[in-house]
């Protein structure tokens, strides 16, 4: 991160710098203070995504269900946070949604339908781009521009 902020600032160039943190059992007692680092380190703002179950080694990092009242206490700083100004991206209904997930309770039927992929798309290192890590490629950076999926509509 560090070298990222030496270069724009060498280069004089102006681009947001995000922080994305996956939560899971071995972080999310530290995800506040990863707030404050964030800032201290320059970046424009923080976002937070729960780990996804969908291999073993990610399920051996799912929060216990003996460590939800801390994960609530958390969450309900990292809302705190929020409110006071903090570059946190999620929004507070985005947070409130934690808690349930990790319990593996259903989404809420106004939550739906999921917009994931109108903010951000992922690109993997074989280029493929993908709205979600369990949606297919929509295309492939070496082939494809980035131009035309930020055309996307909202």
Do not use: H
């Not at 947070?95 to 990790?102: D, G, R, S, W």
């Amino acid at each position: 991160a560090r070298q990222v902020m030496a270069a724009k600032k060498k280069l004089k160039i102006d681009f947001p710098l995000i922080m994305k943190v996956t939560i899971n059992a071995k972080n999310f007692r530290q995800i506040t203070e990863q707030v404050y680092w964030a800032e201290k380190l320059g970046f424009n703002g923080i976002s937070f995504q729960p780990i996804a179950d969908w291999t073993e080694e990610a399920k051996q990092l799912d929060i216990a269900e003996k460590d939800f009242p801390e994960l609530t206490a958390v969450f309900n700083q990292l809302i705190e946070m929020k409110r006071n100004g903090a570059a946190i991206l999620n929004s507070e209904s985005n947070l409130k949604m934690f808690l349930p997930y990790f319990k593996k309770q259903a989404v809420p039927e106004n939550n739906l339908p999921c917009k994931v992929g109108l903010k951000n798309f992922f690109i993997y290192p074989n280029g493929d781009i993908r709205l979600c890590t369990s949606m297919p490629p929509v295309g492939n950076i070496k082939n494809d521009s980035a131009v035309l999926l930020s055309e996307l509509p909202n």
